[in-house]
């Protein structure tokens, strides 16, 4: 080496490879104590939402419900339902589409359309969490986050689009739960009768045991 020659040094860090921020990570468990947060998709439906707000109000229980978009624009008064019993809101896009593959600039564009209707039928209602149709995460963690919504997975997912028989769910519901775990249900998209029966029989079973239910803070840390 001459004494002109410089060594070789290292690139800097933003130039190497798995550059920027580390991915973000939908959350699947809200803590570590008996703690039980239930979630519900694809709603709302004209006849199992009712029936399932009657219930998580029976037994004072919390929830999040993730809405699609084209059914909010069809059942709005759902919606203000829906949190005038104090649940919380979550973007489950606009039309249920698969967004796994979709460029960022399409995910945002869902998402505040998405986002718009729910506030149409609810002003200035806070949406805080997003969850993507069909667990195809893609780039949309990243833009929810960018759009102030906490990306929310799950970690026990009783698989109701396939009922199973109400007394299965309940199986699924009473064995799988774990502390802090996020519960993937559905209140819309087919027939979720027993999906509503199970979480009735479910809920006092699990608070006999033990277990409370509570929601996710939010990106916002509310």
Do not use: K
Not at 42 to 66: K, M
């Amino acid at each position: 080496m001459s004494s002109t020659t410089q060594p070789l040094r290292p690139p800097p860090a933003a130039s190497r490879l798995g550059v920027g921020p580390p991915p973000v990570r939908p959350t699947e468990v809200i803590g570590t104590e008996r703690v039980v947060c239930l979630t519900f998709d694809d709603g709302p439906h004209p006849e199992h939402t009712p029936h399932l707000l009657d219930i998580l109000a029976a037994h004072d229980v919390r929830a999040v419900f993730f809405l699609q978009g084209d059914r909010v624009i069809e059942h709005p008064e759902l919606v203000r339902r829906i949190v005038a019993a104090g649940h919380a809101l979550g973007n489950h896009s606009m039309h249920h589409d698969d967004m796994g593959a979709w460029a960022a600039g399409r995910i945002a564009s869902d998402l505040l359309e998405t986002n718009a209707v729910i506030r149409h039928a609810v002003p200035h209602v806070r949406v805080p969490y997003f969850r993507a149709p069909y667990g195809a995460w893609g780039q949309t963690p990243g833009v929810a986050t960018a759009l102030g919504m906490r990306p929310m997975g799950w970690r026990l997912a009783v698989t109701d689009w396939e009922p199973p028989g109400t007394d299965e769910l309940l199986r699924r519901l009473i064995e799988g739960v774990a502390p802090g775990a996020v519960v993937l249900l559905h209140d819309g998209g087919g027939d979720r009768s027993q999906t509503v029966d199970a979480v009735d029989r479910a809920i006092p079973a699990l608070h006999a045991d033990g277990w409370r239910f509570a929601l996710p803070t939010s990106a916002d840390g509310r």
